[in-house]
């Protein structure tokens, strides 16, 4: 996957907000209407529907109409790009570190000779 993914960026931005971090932990408990999730920020009724278009935006959940009352719910496999790409970080860096132990390992072995 490429460092500079639209879709990535988007992704991450909106999960840099601990609002809409706190609003995904509770939607990953079940459904919850607009109102029910602006309660707990202490936010306007305005503000909480930015971050909300910026979770849908990113793709993290989806919203729906019934008459004047708007439900979100999340949608877990929008996570996986980010997932895919930490995990591929993590391999990296795993690698990386693999490689410096085994250097270290050989100087030490080196200098008790």
Not at 12 to 33: G, V
Not at 38 to 63: C, K, N
Not at 71 to 76: F, N
Request: include cysteine; aromatic fraction near 6%; glycine fraction near 4%.
């Amino acid at each position: 996957m490429s460092n500079y993914d639209p879709d990535l960026s988007r992704l991450f931005h909106a999960l840099a907000d601990p609002t809409r971090r706190a609003i995904l932990t509770r939607l990953a408990k079940m459904p919850a209407r607009v109102t029910d999730l602006a309660g707990p920020t202490g936010l306007r009724l305005p503000t909480v529907m930015r971050h909300l278009s910026v979770l849908e935006e990113a793709g993290l959940i989806a919203t729906s109409k019934d008459g004047r009352i708007r439900t979100c719910a999340i949608v877990p496999e929008a996570f996986d790009p980010a997932r895919t790409w930490l995990d591929e970080q993590r391999a990296i860096w795993e690698g990386r570190l693999d490689r410096l132990d085994a250097f270290v390992m050989r100087v030490m072995k080196e200098r008790e000779e």
